[in-house]
Structures are given as structure tokens and as C-alpha cells.
């Protein structure tokens, strides 16, 4: 699914709050403050020392120390929330009740019970709630959804994807949480449906209970494959997806620049007799827009508010990464494949 990228229309500015002003608040608040159908009404910040940086980087700005306080704000439409992922089960609830349209960065919530009450919560006061799988707004992503929907590599056969990096360790989660979201959302989109089976692996080596690495497997309904690793223990960043056809493969590796980040190779292998013949060649850069990522995303969320279009990581695709989440936490936790009937959405063994 591509972006729409039509501007969001409406008389009079979108006015939204942002909560939590850490690691990614300041890149939400600048795109929001960017876009002229936005209005930020204010930050809500606990930290005292985050709130002088934020007084003294926007002057302008009002700021709440209590989530409270920011929701009886005159005239609040909407809320942004990018606070620890243990947090956003609550916070999303509380501005919900509050009658906010609501965007929250990944993961939905840590209980895939208290994701689907959230849904239902929205869904009865017609409010939007949407969650911040980024990737999915990348340009480069929509190429590469292009290029695999448009037959450029034949028939899909095998996903892998890499995330890993030296640093942003968390004890509040684990890797899997952490880093493969992304990964697990735009999976899902390239296939188009949940998995049947998962079998995970995680490693700790820092704290326990807090798997610092993961290897994920997914094996899907028409046989499709994907696997998934993450880690926060990586001498260099690889952010890195492979997409394998039958008749070529595609490579998004999001820490290149520029025409670099996204190629096609149409490599193919055929045989002769028993003897395996490759034809290699050379990747071909797949051209994409320049448009940022975020900017995208804050876009499609206000778009979402003002028309009722569905943005493309809504609040079912954020349940089914959380599902998917969800099962790979279980074959790590019980040591064997975890079995899904995606039809009953029921696990089966």
C-alpha cells in the first residue's frame, strides 16, 4: 500500500499535543510545526531538565508537566505520544477517554489484549488511532512494494531483514520489541497476511530476561518465508532487507544514501540437467521520492483525522505486528515453533 500523498484539507489547522520529549519527540515536534495543516498546542514533559531544553529551543511553546494537564488544553484535537513503549497501553486509553484522535510511536502496547481493547475503544468513539511504523512511510518502501507487486522479481520466495547496531539498550524491553516492529510491519505488507508458523531465539548477555538478540523465522501460508534479526550488541549498523524472487531480488538497506539505499538485482538461477546455472548481474538502482519518512507520516495521520482515510499502519496493523510480536515472544519464551490459524487468528499449538 502507498502513501497518499494528497494534502490533508480542512479550514483550520490540526491542534495537537505531543507527550514525551526524548530520543524522537524533537523530530515529531519538527515536522509537525512544519506542516501548515498542524497547530502544536504544546509538549507535555515530566523531566524537568528536558523541559529547560525544550524552553530554551522553543520559547514559544507551552509546556505540561502532567499528560492531564495537556488534555484539558483549549481546543486539543489530538495527541502524539513517543514515551517508553511500557507506557503507551495507558496513555493511549487516557486520551481516548479524553476524545483525542491519537498517533502512537511503536510498538501499539505490550498485551495484545489491551491492543485490541484499545481498537475497539477508538472504533466506538470514532476516533483515529494510529501507530508510528515509520518504515512504512519511506519512499523507498513504497518502491519496493512497487517492484515486488509489479512483477519485477517474479514470484516472492524469501524475506530476510537485519537490524542491528551498538547501543539504544533498554531494560524496559527486549530487542525483538524494541527494533523488529519495522521490520515485522513492512513484512507484512510485502506478503500480504499474518504467518501460520513462528520459531524465535533470543540471547542475554547484559541483564536477565532481556534478550539483547533475536532470530525470528516466519513461514507463511503459500510458502513465503522471512526471518528477522535484531541487536543492540553490533559492532557497526545494518539496517538492511533483502527481498528474493524467482526471477531477481530486491535490497533496501536503509543505512546507504541516496540511489544506493534501494537496488534490483535480476539474478536468476535455472538448471540444466542436475547442474544449477546462475545468470548474475549488476543492481540497478530503483529510483524513489526524497520525501522524509516522518514528515510523511505525521502528513498521513492529520489526513487520516481530517477525512477518515485510513492511513496504512492504522490500528490493525498495529495489532498484527503485535501479534506477530506476540508469537515470537512465545516460541522464545517456551523453546519450540508456536503454530497460528490466521483465519480464527488463534493459536494452535
Request: hydrophobic share 40%.
Amino acid at each position: 500500500m502507498a502513501v497518499d500523498d494528497k494534502a490533508p484539507t480542512s479550514a483550520e489547522p490540526l491542534a495537537i499535543g505531543l507527550v514525551g520529549y526524548g530520543y524522537w519527540g524533537p523530530n515529531v515536534l519538527r515536522n509537525f510545526r512544519a506542516i501548515p495543516e498542524a497547530r502544536v498546542v504544546g509538549v507535555c514533559e515530566t523531566n524537568a531538565a528536558t523541559r529547560d531544553r525544550i524552553r530554551a529551543e522553543h520559547p514559544d511553546l507551552p509546556l505540561f508537566e502532567s499528560f492531564a494537564d495537556l488534555l484539558r488544553a483549549d481546543g486539543l484535537e489530538a495527541v502524539s505520544i513517543t514515551t517508553p513503549a511500557a507506557t503507551h497501553g495507558k496513555l493511549v486509553r487516557q486520551a481516548l477517554e479524553a476524545g483525542m484522535h491519537v498517533l502512537v510511536e511503536k510498538p501499539l502496547c505490550l498485551d495484545l489484549a489491551e491492543a485490541d481493547r484499545l481498537k475497539a475503544q477508538a472504533e466506538s468513539l470514532d476516533r483515529v488511532l494510529m501507530v508510528g511504523h515509520l518504515l512504512l512511510y519511506h519512499p523507498a518502501f513504497d518502491a519496493l512494494m512497487s517492484t515486488v507487486r509489479g512483477d519485477q522479481i517474479g514470484r516472492l520466495r524469501y524475506i530476510y531483514s537485519n537490524r542491528l547496531s551498538l547501543g539504544k539498550i533498554r531494560r524496559e524491553e527486549n530487542a525483538l520489541w524494541s527494533f523488529a516492529p519495522h521490520d515485522i510491519s513492512m513484512i507484512l505488507k510485502l506478503v500480504g497476511r499474518l504467518p501460520e508458523r513462528v520459531t524465535a531465539t533470543g540471547g542475554q548477555y547484559l541483564h536477565d530476561g532481556i534478550a539483547d538478540t533475536t532470530l525470528s523465522h516466519l513461514s507463511f501460508a503459500d510458502g513465503v518465508q522471512a526471518h528477522i534479526f535484531v541487536s543492540w550488541l553490533h559492532p557497526y549498523k545494518d539496517h538492511r532487507m533483502v527481498v528474493i524472487g524467482d526471477s531477481g531480488m530486491a535490497v533496501f538497506d536503509d543505512v546507504q544514501p541516496g540511489a544506493q539505499k534501494l537496488s534490483l538485482y535480476r539474478h536468476e538461477v535455472g538448471w540444466r540437467g542436475e547442474i544449477p546455472l546462475i545468470s548474475k548481474s549488476d543492481a540497478e538502482p530503483i529510483p524513489y521520492d526524497s520525501a522524509e519518512p516522518l514528515r510523511r507520516e505525521c502528513e498521513a495521520f492529520i489526513r487520516a483525522v481530517r477525512t477518515g482515510a485510513p492511513p496504512p499502519s492504522d490500528a490493525t496493523e498495529g495489532i498484527n505486528v503485535l501479534r506477530v510480536l506476540d508469537l515470537c515472544q512465545r516460541s522464545i519464551n517456551d523453546g519450540k515453533e508456536v503454530r497460528f490459524d490466521p483465519r480464527t487468528e488463534e493459536i494452535v499449538s
